[in-house]
């Protein structure tokens, strides 16, 4: 296995430092050109439409950072080592879940320390992976966010390790499976996310994700019909909206919560099955397997 870890907040240091005597309007500016142009050298190696989408993705959770404020913050960060934390928490996984053939790098980038999802949802820690190449992790110093970065770092492990096994790539709008030319579907993606988590709460057996108590289980069999009835839907703005929820008919996390459920029910109903056995099985195995149905648990 080879996955480097990359902490290229501290390049944003930089970027932050030569920006501390110009005005609030030309610091962000200088740094958000500063932090594109550095983005596009480390994901050249993907493709363009990948890169785009993490160039894209770095940019918004930068924020509008003061620079001085910004420093602070790393500073902070740096002290405490993150990529010690992450470099630990890779070889963990590596050693329940080998993947000799993988090769990854991870980066460390600053979030935005106005974020509300950032520093209260995901105590100061959010990832997420493009394809099987790269991880991207952004960090603020939260409460307990090392905690989370070693939760997180294991969960998207498993999103690298499934991403090689089962390879996508963006076309019109869907994620088409390399192998099978077939969509990703939301039943795909929530299954995905529960397997991650698993995985990851087997590893960092402190750490429980908010999603798991998104709601009640009469609120469950409530939504399930509404979630039940898009299982197939493969467009990847429907999908986020199930995944993430929409602040008004769906609620926040409503994916995540059915997809750790859906795998749990698989797991309970396979004794001695555990979450690294999943990682290669696919989400119509799991999902027909769980025989997941919230509205019959009463």
């Not at 053939?101 to 992976?129: C, H, T, W, Y």
């Not at 110093?141 to 991403?163: F, G, S």
């Not at 994620?175 to 988590?197: F, N, R, S």
Request: charged share 25%.
């Amino acid at each position: 296995m080879g996955i480097t870890v990359i902490p290229a907040y501290r390049v944003v240091s930089t970027l932050a430092r030569k920006a501390r005597n110009q005005s609030y309007d030309d610091a962000v500016s200088s740094m958000e050109k500063g932090l594109r142009e550095y983005v596009r050298s480390l994901l050249s190696m993907l493709h363009p439409s990948i890169s785009h989408l993490g160039e894209r993705s770095v940019i918004a959770q930068f924020g509008d950072p003061e620079p001085e404020a910004l420093l602070t913050a790393l500073a902070e960060i740096d002290a405490r080592d993150p990529k010690a934390i992450v470099d630990e928490t890779l070889a963990r996984c590596a050693k329940v879940l080998s993947r000799p053939d993988l090769s990854a790098r991870v980066f460390l980038f600053p979030g935005d320390g106005e974020s509300r999802v950032l520093v209260k949802q995901m105590n100061g820690v959010i990832g997420f992976s493009l394809g099987s190449q790269a991880m991207v992790v952004f960090l603020w110093p939260a409460d307990n966010w090392q905690t989370w970065l070693a939760y997180t770092v294991a969960h998207e492990y498993a999103h690298l390790v499934r991403n090689l096994l089962f390879p996508r790539s963006p076309q019109g709008g869907k994620l088409m499976y390399t192998k099978t030319q077939t969509a990703e579907t939301l039943v795909d993606a929530m299954v995905t996310e529960g397997i991650a988590d698993h995985f990851a709460t087997n590893m960092c057996t402190d750490v429980l994700p908010p999603w798991t108590d998104a709601f009640t289980p009469e609120q469950s069999e409530r939504l399930w019909p509404r979630i039940r009835r898009r299982l197939e839907v493969s467009d990847m703005n429907e999908i986020r909206r199930m995944l993430f929820g929409d602040s008004d008919r769906i609620p926040t996390w409503t994916g995540y919560k059915y997809g750790y459920q859906i795998v749990e029910t698989y797991l309970e109903k396979h004794g001695g099955v555990e979450p690294t056995s999943l990682v290669g099985l696919s989400a119509k195995t799991i999902f027909e397997g769980a025989r997941f149905d919230p509205t019959r648990t009463r």
